[in-house]
């Protein structure tokens, strides 16, 4: 199984992967594929232009897919903007599932942790302003169907890491469900 979140800069798909990868870690082994720490290394040189950020998408999911091989659950975490690329990934490997990490524009403008949006809407001529930031000037295809929608600005962080934690166990087989301070957990009863 390879998961593939995708949504805007600022939406909580990092944190949402290392809580999930937190809360799963006596599991199942999960391996977060950081999209921003790919870029320094193994992606370093890619610009944000429509070709760069397929080849980006690329090399993480051939890293993905040699961890998937292995028993690892990969979850790549990257803004992942065009449904075309998205497609791709589902495509070339196995047993991909799509996770919309969704949050609305407010929120993140609120949240801006990287200081994107406010450099996005400085005026044109400025030195510092980001001229191609997804969601504001640059495209991002919503997933049509997703395989599950996650809103960070209407649940919580745990809320959304309990969901997106069950929906990947619900595809580990066999599985039967447990419950653990008033929670139910699914948890493979087989462990490969």
């Known amino acids: 199984m390879i ?3 995708c949504g805007l800069s600022g939406s909580g798909k990092t944190t949402l992967a290392r809580a999930v990868e937190s809360k799963l870690d006596k599991l199942v082994p999960i ?13 370093k040189g890619l610009g944000f232009a429509k070709e ?11 890293v993905a897919g040699k961890l998937a091989k292995h028993g690892i659950i990969p979850i790549i975490c990257a803004i992942n903007p065009y449904q075309e690329m998205r497609n791709e990934v589902s495509g070339r490997y196995p047993n991909v599932k799509t996770i919309y990490i969704d949050c609305r524009l407010g929120t993140l403008k609120q949240r801006d942790t990287k200081g ?53 166990l619900q595809y580990i087989a066999p599985v039967r469900i447990i419950q653990h301070n008033s929670r139910d957990y699914y948890y493979r009863s087989v462990y490969r």
């Open 3 to 5: 998961v593939q979140f």
């Open 116 to 168: 994107l949006y406010a450099r996005a809407e400085l005026p044109n001529d400025h030195p510092c302003k980001l001229g191609n930031l997804t969601g504001i000037s640059d495209p991002f295809d919503v997933p049509a169907q997703p395989d599950l929608h996650i809103n960070t600005s209407l649940h919580t962080i745990e809320e959304c890491t309990d969901k997106i934690g069950h929906f990947i």
């Open 31 to 43: 391996e977060v594929i950081d999209g921003d720490e790919y870029r320094e290394t193994l992606c």
């Open 52 to 62: 760069d950020r397929f080849e980006n998408m690329r090399r993480m999911a051939f």
